[in-house]
């Protein structure tokens, strides 16, 4: 754990500040929960907040409070940029580094003057000012809750912030199932229905929002699904024409690997989805027990993330992408044999 300047940054917000909030590229539950989770507080502690995101996130998380106050920077750049010149402080949520941002808005970020506050769990960050960095945390929801706490707040916990901040320990736990999720990752859930969260909403926002069409996508995708039983190991592709052939929104990929490592004796799944217009592979990896799939993105893939689910990329073509795939597999055949030994 990793946690800088605290007292300072503490002495620095207990004046009204302009404050501006960034999560990562194609924002997940927890980046949205976390970052809006954030802002209410802040809003509340008299500061003045804007959440920017890079670019879009899916319509099942659309309905999260505050999210129409958030920006896209690639939509309403002005506005993004003009947001960023007027603030006195940027926090980070949910990412390490400052690539994770995307291009645009990291050439912007690399000349902010002001001083930077790193809010995040995943593995390597980069070094800010300000920092509370921890991998053992199941999501950035839960450290929000922890920041929230330690500045001696946890009574301006309300039905708001609850309702972010669940939604992010939520997804990023897949509903509190991933080794992630410790008994005080449930004694904070408890506390934040305690304050509002309503659990049986947000899960059925979430979960029960899906579109005729996605699951048509969901049936191609498992349909496209091989099994390399040798090295318990399964993955899934989709190009961009069955994309297409399936409207395809953002978001509706969201989780489909899992379904791979979902079947019995599997300890090691991926997904590969073509996307032309950024001209490359995107993947998710995930893994259960010791095989790191963060190290795996990490060496062969440009990405990173967590042990047991991470994301990367190729700018190979889908099959030159899968037949690098399946050669990397023999190296590991026997770290993926004993992976979940019981
Ligand atoms: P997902 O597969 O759900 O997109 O991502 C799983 C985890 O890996 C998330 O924590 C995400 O932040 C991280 N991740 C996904 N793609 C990348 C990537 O390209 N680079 C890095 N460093 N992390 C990634
Ligand atoms: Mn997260």
Known sequence: MILKH??????FLSQPKNIVIIGHRNPDGDAVGSTLGLKHYFDK?????????????????????????????????????????KSDIVFLLDFNALHRVGTDVQNTLEKYENDFALIDHHQQPDDFKYMYSDTTMSSTCQMVYNFIVMMGDNDLIDKNIATCLYTGIMTDTGSFRFRSTTSTTHR???????????NDRIHSNVHDANSYSRLLLLGQALSNMKVLPEYKTAFITLTEEEKKRFNFEKGDTEGVVNYALSLKGIVFAAI????????????????????????????????????????????????DT???????????????EVSYEA
Not at 190 to 198: F, N, Q, R, S, V
Not at 281 to 308: C, E, P, T, W
């Open 6 to 11: 605290f007292k300072e940054l503490q002495e």
């Open 272 to 319: 590969f989805i073509e996307d032309v217009e950024q001209g490359i592979i995107k993947m998710s990896l995930r893994s259960k027990g010791k095989f790191s799939v963060n190290q795996f993105a990490r060496n062969y893939f440009n990405g990173g993330g967590h042990d047991n689910a991470a994301g990367g990329k190729s700018l190979e073509s889908m099959e």
């Open 322 to 336: 899968i037949a690098t795939f399946k050669s990397l597999l023999p190296k590991y055949q026997k770290e993926l």
């Open 188 to 198: 904070i859930i408890a506390d934040l229905i305690d304050k509002g969260a309503e």
């Open 45 to 85: 502690k008299g500061h003045t907040t804007q959440v920017l995101m890079p670019n879009e996130y899916p319509d099942f998380l659309h309905w999260i409070p505050g999210s129409d106050t958030v920006k896209r920077f690639d939509r309403q750049n002005t506005q993004s940029i003009k947001a960023l010149a």
